[in-house]
C-alpha cells in the first residue's frame, strides 16, 4: 500500500517538476467548469470580493504555510550558506505568524471593528466552537502519524477555544494582554515545565488526546492537554500571547494608511528590541552560551544556552521566553502588514502572488497535505538533503492551490470545514 502511494506521490511530483518552469504564464481560463467566466488572476478575483486586506492576510498565512514547509522538510539550518540561514528564519517564526493570524481569523468570525451581538453572535460563538473541535480532532490524528514534525493543529484549535472569550474585547484591552502574557506566561511555564509535577502523569494516563495522539503511549505525547498547554511545541501558556497580540491587530482599520504604518513600525520595534536586548544581554553575561558565538543565540536555536536564568535572555523560535515571544510578535506584525501593503499597493504582486494567496486561503488542505505527503513517503527523520523534496511539495500545492482557486471559493478541506460550521445557522 506504501508503495502505491509512493509512486503516486513520485508521480505527481514529476508533474510538478515540468509544470513549475512554465507557471509563470500560467494564467488564463475561458471557459470553466460549470461555464465559470474567464478568469485571469486568481488574488484580483478574491480582492474584488473581499478587499486588499483581507489578500494581503492570504499571502502572510501562505508565506506561514510554506514556511512551516521549509522548517519541516527544508536542509538543516546547521548545514550553513544561504539555504541554511533561509530555512532557520522559518524556524517558529512561521508557526508564530500562523498562531498570530489564528487570532485574525477569531475576530473575522466573532466581527472585526465591531463585536457581533445577539444571535449573530452565538452563531459566531458556534461555529468557532465546531471548528476548534475539528482541528483538535484533525490534528490528533496527525499527532498519531508519528511523524518527525510537530503537529500544530490540534494546538491552533485549542487557542481557538482559549481565545473565544476575548473576542468581544477592543483593540487596545487585547493589546495589553498580549503584552501582559509576554511578560508573565515563561515566568510560570520554567518552574512548571522543569520540575514537571506528577499530576502532569496523572492527566495524561486519563486524557483521550493522550492516548489517541501517543498510540498507546499517553505519558508525555505532545498530543495530550498537558503537552498541548505546557510541555509541547507550542504551549498554549506561551502561545496564546501571538494569538491575542493577531486579535488586536485585526480589531484595527488596516484599510487606514496610518495605521498600517504605526503597526508595521511597531512590528519592526519589537523585533529589533526582542532579537537586540537579547543579543545586549547574552553578550554581557559571562558563560551564558556555548563558545560557538552569542548573536546566533539571540535569534537562532543553533547555540545552546547553559541552563538556568540564562535561558531566559534567549529570543530563540520556541524558547518559549519574554523576549522570545516580543521578537516573532514582532516579525508576525511586519510580516502581515508588508503583506497587507504590497498587495494593496502593486498590482504586479497581487498577480506574481496569486499561488501564494491561493495557499492561504486553503491552509488548512495544505497544511494536512504535506503532513500525510511526510507520512507517506517514510520520512522517519527528515534528511539533511531534503532540499528537492521541500521544493517538490511546495510547488505541487502551489500549483494545486492556484488551479483549484479558480473554478472553487474554498480548498477541499476548507468546504468541508464550513458544511460543518453551517450548523450554526441554526442557532436562535
Known amino acids: 500500500m506504501k508503495t502505491v502511494a509512493y509512486n503516486s506521490f513520485s508521480a505527481a511530483f514529476a508533474v510538478a517538476d515540468r509544470v513549475v518552469a512554465g507557471v509563470r504564464g500560467a494564467g488564463t481560463c475561458e471557459?470553466?467548469?460549470?461555464?465559470?467566466a474567464r478568469v485571469t488572476d486568481v488574488a484580483v478575483a478574491v480582492d474584488r470580493q473581499a478587499g486588499g486586506r483581507l489578500v494581503g492576510v492570504d499571502l502572510a498565512r501562505g508565506l506561514a504555510v510554506l514556511g512551516m514547509f521549509a522548517a519541516h522538510l527544508g536542509p538543516l539550518p546547521s548545514n550553513g550558506g544561504v539555504i541554511g540561514f533561509v530555512v532557520e528564519l522559518t524556524h517558529g517564526r512561521s508557526s508564530a505568524l500562523f498562531a498570530f493570524l489564528a487570532g485574525f481569523s477569531i475576530v473575522l468570525i466573532t466581527g472585526r471593528r465591531v463585536p457581533k451581538t445577539g444571535r449573530d453572535r452565538r452563531q459566531a460563538v458556534v461555529r468557532v466552537l465546531i471548528r476548534a473541535g475539528i482541528l483538535l480532532v484533525v490534528g490528533t490524528a496527525l499527532t498519531a502519524l508519528q511523524t518527525p514534525v510537530e503537529v500544530i493543529?490540534?494546538?491552533?484549535?485549542?487557542?481557538?477555544?482559549?481565545?473565544?472569550?476575548?473576542?468581544r474585547w477592543n483593540a487596545a484591552r487585547l493589546a495589553a494582554l498580549a503584552a501582559l502574557g509576554a511578560l508573565v506566561s515563561p515566568q510560570i511555564w520554567f518552574p512548571m515545565t522543569d520540575a514537571r509535577p506528577g499530576w502532569f502523569d496523572a492527566v495524561d494516563r486519563i486524557d483521550p488526546f493522550a492516548w489517541a495522539s501517543g498510540r498507546g503511549d499517553p505519558v508525555g505525547?505532545?498530543?495530550?492537554?498537558?503537552?498541548l498547554l505546557f510541555t509541547g511545541t507550542y504551549p498554549a501558556l506561551t502561545w496564546l500571547p501571538f494569538v491575542v497580540a493577531g486579535m488586536a491587530v485585526a480589531r484595527l482599520d488596516l484599510a487606514d494608511r496610518v495605521i498600517?504604518?504605526?503597526?508595521?513600525?511597531?512590528?519592526i520595534a519589537l523585533?529589533?528590541?526582542?532579537y537586540g536586548a537579547s543579543a545586549v544581554?547574552?553578550?554581557?553575561?559571562?558563560?551564558?552560551?556555548?563558545?560557538t558565538g552569542f548573536m546566533n543565540a539571540s535569534w537562532s536555536d543553533l547555540t545552546e544556552v547553559q541552563p538556568g536564568w540564562r535561558e531566559q535572555l534567549v529570543a530563540a523560535p520556541h524558547s518559549e521566553t519574554t523576549l522570545s515571544i516580543v521578537a516573532s510578535t514582532g516579525v508576525a506584525m511586519a510580516v502581515l502588514i508588508a503583506c497587507v501593503l504590497a498587495v494593496d499597493r502593486w498590482r504586479w504582486v497581487r498577480r506574481?502572488?496569486?499561488?501564494?494567496?491561493?495557499?492561504?486561503?486553503?491552509s488548512l488542505t495544505a497544511y494536512v497535505f504535506h503532513i500525510v505527503a511526510v507520512a507517506v513517503l517514510g520520512f522517519d527523520t527528515l534528511p539533511a538533503d531534503s532540499l528537492p523534496a521541500l521544493l517538490r511539495i511546495s510547488a505541487l500545492i502551489l500549483l494545486f492551490a492556484y488551479w483549484w482557486a479558480r473554478f472553487f471559493a474554498r480548498g477541499p478541506l476548507e468546504w468541508l470545514l464550513y458544511r460543518a460550521t453551517a450548523v450554526a445557522g441554526r442557532v436562535r
Open 271 to 274: 523585533a529589533v528590541v526582542g
Open 153 to 167: 493543529l490540534a494546538c491552533y484549535g485549542l487557542y481557538f477555544l482559549l481565545a473565544l472569550p476575548l473576542s
Open 31 to 36: 471557459r470553466g467548469w460549470g461555464g465559470v
Open 221 to 227: 505525547s505532545s498530543g495530550g492537554l498537558i503537552g
Open 260 to 267: 498600517r504604518r504605526r503597526v508595521l513600525a511597531l512590528g
Open 352 to 362: 506574481m502572488a496569486a499561488p501564494l494567496v491561493a495557499v492561504g486561503a486553503m
Open 281 to 291: 544581554a547574552l553578550s554581557l553575561v559571562p558563560g551564558a552560551v556555548r563558545p
